[in-house]
Nanobody, 115 residues
Framework: QVRLVESGGGLVQPGGSLRLSCAAS????????MAWYRQAPGKQRELVAR???????DYLDSVKGRFTISRDNAKNTMYLQMNSLRPEDTAVYYC?????????WGQGTQVTVSS
């Protein structure tokens, strides 16, 4: 099982940027399609961006053109560069496999976009 640790969240003003990181344990990370998910208060968790083992990506429509997902398999790490942040991006962000395979979730990292 892959263990995941998210970091990089914080408080940012609308229009600002953050870069999230997801550190994964285990030797199979490079073979897995991975994703960033987020959960806002009172809402269901949703998939924000996905990246295959080969580096192909896709995004939730509302973040296209603003967020960029990437991975460094040598470092067992995945990233989410978030630009032009909006208040509606406020949520706890998590990383996990894509599709989600029922493994445990990390603690997530809180992103708050507010003036």
């Amino acid at each position: 099982q892959v263990r995941l640790v998210e970091s990089g969240g914080g408080l940012v003003q609308p229009g600002g940027s953050l870069r999230l990181s997801c550190a994964a344990s285990g030797s199979i990370f490079s073979t897995l399609a991975m994703a960033w998910y987020r959960q806002a208060p009172g809402k269901q968790r949703e998939l924000v961006a996905r990246i295959t083992s080969g580096g192909s990506t896709d995004y939730l429509d509302s973040v296209k053109g603003r967020f960029t997902i990437s991975r460094d398999n040598a470092k067992n790490t995945m990233y989410l560069q978030m630009n032009s942040l909006r208040p509606e991006d406020t949520a706890v962000y998590y990383c996990n496999t894509a599709p989600y395979r029922g493994g445990s979730w990390g603690q997530g990292t809180q992103v708050t976009v507010s003036s």
